[in-house]
């Protein structure tokens, strides 16, 4: 009997928080070795996927990605603050870009909204928790999350970090590793909420950096804050020293053409840094 019961808990616990891709070839695709014929066919539409994602977010201009958790409502502190970050990058003239979906996502797309600057959103094919939310200007859906990971570094100049979940650590620690290993220079990680990410930093100081498997200098890369004001402050100054960008202006617009006269971030000249998009 607990041997029963303990099975259909597993169960249970699967399906509140598993999420399951309803495609088959999705299922196989890291299940060994297939026939060389089906392998051949998939590179072909992960080279293809990769080619539509580079058309589609060519011209976006230089964007800032904001992860986290999509499983904050608008109601949730989190919510407001990712909101106001979006808000706050799209006064500094970036282009706000995220995962494309609820929650977090959802916010700081919904910011970028309030402050009447573009937003885009790389959204991942799942049955649940991933439909684009309706404050995208131009979204993009890939099926293979690393295809959609590479997307969202290479278009970026800085991420802002509110709390999420696995998929959030996961975007962090490669964006890390990446900076680490000088596979990309001078690209700030902002985590917003310090109360969420400070038990993270201690373990990083107290644990990692102590026994030696990463240095102060990998800590230090991560800028932690509790205000969406100060995070863009902070990406902006990398973003215009390192990078070559610079605010500009738009020209000014006639209201009965019902835009709006924001600036807008704009890269006049090489960076000095680079990214992964180099």
Aim: aromatic residues 12%; contains cysteine; positive net charge.
């Amino acid at each position: 009997m607990p041997e029963e019961h303990d099975e259909h808990h597993a169960r249970k616990d699967t399906h509140v928080w598993g999420k399951r891709s309803g495609n088959e070839e999705e299922l196989r695709f890291l299940e060994g070795p297939q026939e060389r014929r089906y392998e051949l066919g998939r590179a072909l539409r992960i080279f293809f996927e990769l080619i539509r994602g580079f058309r589609a977010l060519h011209f976006v201009g230089p964007c800032v990605t904001v992860f986290g958790s999509a499983r904050f409502p608008e109601t949730h502190e989190y919510y407001k603050l990712a909101r106001e970050a979006g808000r706050q990058l799209g006064k500094a003239g970036f282009t706000v870009m995220t995962g494309g979906g609820p929650g977090i996502m959802e916010a700081a797309n919904r910011g970028a909204r309030d402050a009447g600057t573009p937003s885009v959103g790389c959204n991942i094919k799942l049955p649940k928790e991933q439909e684009p939310n309706p404050y995208l200007d131009k979204w993009v859906d890939f099926k293979y999350f690393f295809v959609r990971k590479m997307m969202l570094v290479k278009y970026s100049y800085g991420f802002i970090v509110p709390p999420g979940g696995f998929g959030t650590m996961d975007e962090i620690f490669e964006t890390a590793t990446l900076i680490q290993t000088g596979k990309i220079k001078a690209f700030p990680i902002v985590l917003l909420g310090q109360a969420y990410w400070e038990p993270m930093i201690e373990f990083l100081q107290n644990v990692m950096v102590r026994e030696g498997t990463i240095d102060q200098a990998d800590v230090n890369h991560l800028f932690i804050t509790d205000s969406p004001r100060e995070a863009v402050e902070y990406v902006s100054e990398v973003a215009v020293k390192k990078f070559g960008l610079k605010y500009r202006k738009r020209r000014t617009t006639r209201w009965f053409f019902g835009e709006r006269n924001t600036g807008k971030i704009e890269r006049t000249s090489e960076p000095t840094g680079t990214n992964a998009s180099d």
